[in-house]
């Protein structure tokens, strides 16, 4: 229960596929991570947490559901054949305190020797890629203050619920990673014998263009309908952006650094806790490196062929130094659409059993 953008997702992936045998017991909903679960356990107002929201979940069903719930994860804390039994819940450290001290006083009695594991990302990193996560998730503003971490209102409550001792901070720094591997070394953390696991990857970045692509039509697009349906259509276009190769989006330092310098106390407040300073910031300017709206605004002669040969017109779009915005925005929604019509991949059958 940490930070988004800490390699949670390989972590989920991953274990969703360990054999019980091995004695660690995973906690998932139907291969999802229990954000969603633990937030309609303890909020109340349920329906307002993100993913019921998408999926048109009433308030009506989710205090229906909240009692099977809980009866399922008290019953997999239990699990007699489990040595260890992990949940993971990223979304759930933007929850006001409330919730998450109901959430505390609910688990303590049914783990009392819980833990909370949490990855801490530096911040110029994490802002550099949750701006390009707000975009995939609907944003279509340049606001990069409004991806800073937050880090003290984020974590405080965790441990004024949890108690600071229950608390577990690890830097997210790929490069001292065991086996640079952050599957290997959160299990290596946690003193599990992960030799048998295969690590899973997840969470494709976007090719620059893609992101412009994205950006574009988040800024003039319609709002993405809510539903079960348009979760998974959703999905598919994104993978199909992902084909759209590229150098990779990345923000220009000095656009984030002002973000930085107005947050020197808060990060202060982290490093303290973390025990070191984060890693220094890249000095290595890059001039293909995003530094304003107006760079999400200008695409490549790739982008066009991309739309070409997605069966797009490019007779209305401009051209890729002076792309006609609305037209693109007007393009990315057939394609967009055209989403519904597809099928997703089948997926892997988890071996670790469901709720």
Request: proline share 6%; with cysteine; aromatic share 8%.
């Amino acid at each position: 229960m940490g930070m988004p953008k800490t390699g949670s997702s390989s972590i989920h992936r991953t274990l969703l596929h360990v054999p019980p045998q091995l004695g660690v017991r995973y906690m998932h909903d139907h291969g999802v991570n229990l954000s969603r679960v633990l937030a309609t356990i303890c909020m109340e107002e349920p329906e307002e947490f993100p993913a019921n929201r998408r999926r048109g979940r009433t308030r009506t069903e989710l205090l229906q559901e909240r009692k099977k719930l809980q009866q399922a994860i008290a019953e997999g804390l239990a699990d007699p054949q489990a040595s260890a039994v992990i949940m993971s819940a990223e979304m759930l450290t933007g929850l006001e305190a409330g919730a998450i001290k109901t959430l505390a006083d609910w688990l303590r009695p049914l783990a009392p020797e819980l833990q909370v594991v949490s990855y801490v990302r530096d911040p110029f990193s994490f802002v550099d890629s949750m701006f390009q996560t707000a975009v995939r998730n609907g944003k279509g503003k340049f606001n990069l203050g409004s991806h800073y971490p937050d880090y003290a209102k984020r974590f405080r409550k965790l441990e004024q619920a949890f108690g600071r001792k229950s608390i577990r901070y690890f830097a997210y720094e790929p490069a001292t990673f065991v086996q640079g591997d952050v599957v290997q070394d959160f299990a290596a953390r946690l003193n599990l014998d992960a030799s048998d696991w295969q690590t899973r990857r997840t969470n494709v970045s976007m090719s620059k263009d893609a992101v412009c692509l994205l950006y574009m039509y988040r800024k003039l697009g319609p709002a993405e309908p809510r539903g079960a349906e348009a979760v998974q259509a959703t999905a598919r276009f994104m993978r199909l952006l992902e084909t759209l190769q590229g150098n990779k989006a990345r923000l220009a330092r000095e656009v984030v650094q002002p973000v930085i310098d107005e947050k020197a106390k808060d990060i202060a407040w982290m490093e303290k806790r973390l025990g070191a300073p984060f890693a220094a910031l890249p000095d290595k300017q890059d001039e293909r490196a995003i530094r304003s709206e107006d760079d999400l605004l200008v695409l490549t002669d790739n982008a066009f062929e991309w739309l070409r040969l997605q069966g797009e017109s490019l007779s209305s779009l401009g051209t890729p130094a002076k792309p006609n915005v609305p037209a693109i925005s007007e393009a990315m929604h057939r394609l967009y659409l055209s989403a519904f019509e597809q099928r997703s991949p089948p997926k892997v059958k988890p071996l670790q059993k469901t709720l």
